[in-house]
């Protein structure tokens, strides 16, 4: 008979895990980082199998890892909402948010006034592609994610925080500046800058130029959204972009873009089950608040 991991095993996995370290891990639980060692070494015992792969960047799950997180990080999520059931939770005094977005804004004020509400509460904040984020958020790697049109399906929550429009993005300065609207046939002879592969705004502006049977023989592309408005602020050409997903600047103008006048949603997206945790649930309240008071 195959002995059964045990459950101080499962939670040093599952932390080290989430935390992406040992040392977190170990932090995060109140134990030493060479009890963690242990149970996760007979845990890849007991398995036959690594976990774990250190790269430079850090720690790296394997196939394995992967599949046993999917479910080791539920359990644990039910653990938390038990806890916080039977406990007195009326304050949030500590906590800490994976939160990913694909553009700085709306997150960035959100997090600036979850900041003032809950300045005991670590966020940890990057931008990631959509392809990445939606990757991310289904093998629950992350706590949040900010993201344009997300995926529907029964293992995410969703919440609509506001809907845009695709805009050209110039100087103020360039001959184009001054027009109410523009078509991409008159970004033709332009540099259009545009996100890295496996961004929503890539794929929409490829199905574009499919759709009108466009060529654009100057493409310049990004890592990300900031990237984007630093290139058209050092005059490398024209960006495409969701309007009001940048910290505005005087320096830019955005026109609206004669085949690009749908509307996307932009989005809060939470593993449905960690939807009840107290720590989800400030942050979509601080969400919906901004919101209310036309913060972004």
């Not at 398995?47 to 774990?52: E, N």
Request: hydrophobic share 40%; proline share 5%.
């Amino acid at each position: 008979m195959n002995t059964p991991p045990s459950p101080y095993q499962i939670k040093a996995f599952t932390y080290v895990a989430r935390e992406g370290s040992f040392s977190l891990a170990a932090k995060a639980l109140g134990v030493t980082q060479s009890s963690i060692t242990q149970h996760i070494g007979k845990l890849e015992a007991l398995m036959g199998t690594q976990l774990f792969v250190r790269r430079r960047s850090g720690l790296e799950l394997t196939r394995a890892g992967s599949e046993l997180f999917a479910i080791s990080d539920r359990l644990a999520t039910m653990e938390q909402l038990v806890n916080e059931k039977v406990s007195d939770f009326s304050a949030l005094t500590d906590g800490h948010i994976r939160l990913i977005a694909n553009a700085p804004r709306p997150a960035m004020p959100i997090i600036a006034q979850y900041g003032k509400l809950y300045p005991q509460v670590q966020i940890d904040f990057t931008l990631y592609n959509w392809t990445t984020a939606m990757t991310m958020l289904a093998e629950r790697r992350i706590d949040i994610a900010i993201i344009t049109e997300p995926e529907e399906n029964t293992a995410l929550f969703t919440h609509e925080l506001r809907r845009s429009r695709y805009k050209a993005h110039m100087r103020k300065d360039h001959p184009l500046a001054s027009r109410t609207s523009i078509s991409l046939r008159d970004l033709q002879s332009e540099t259009l800058v545009l996100p890295e592969d496996g961004s929503l705004t890539q794929k929409i502006a490829r199905a574009k130029m499919h759709e009108y049977k466009l060529d654009f023989f100057r493409i310049l592309r990004t890592t990300t959204f900031p990237m984007v408005k630093e290139a058209v602020l050092h005059n490398l050409g024209i960006g495409l972009l969701l309007e009001r997903s940048l910290f505005p600047s005087d320096k830019l103008a955005a026109v609206d873009v004669v085949e690009m006048p749908e509307e996307y949603r932009d989005c809060i997206a939470i593993p449905a089950d960690k939807r009840e945790l107290r720590l989800i649930q400030s942050f979509l309240d601080v969400a919906v608040e901004v919101r209310a008071g036309g913060g972004f």
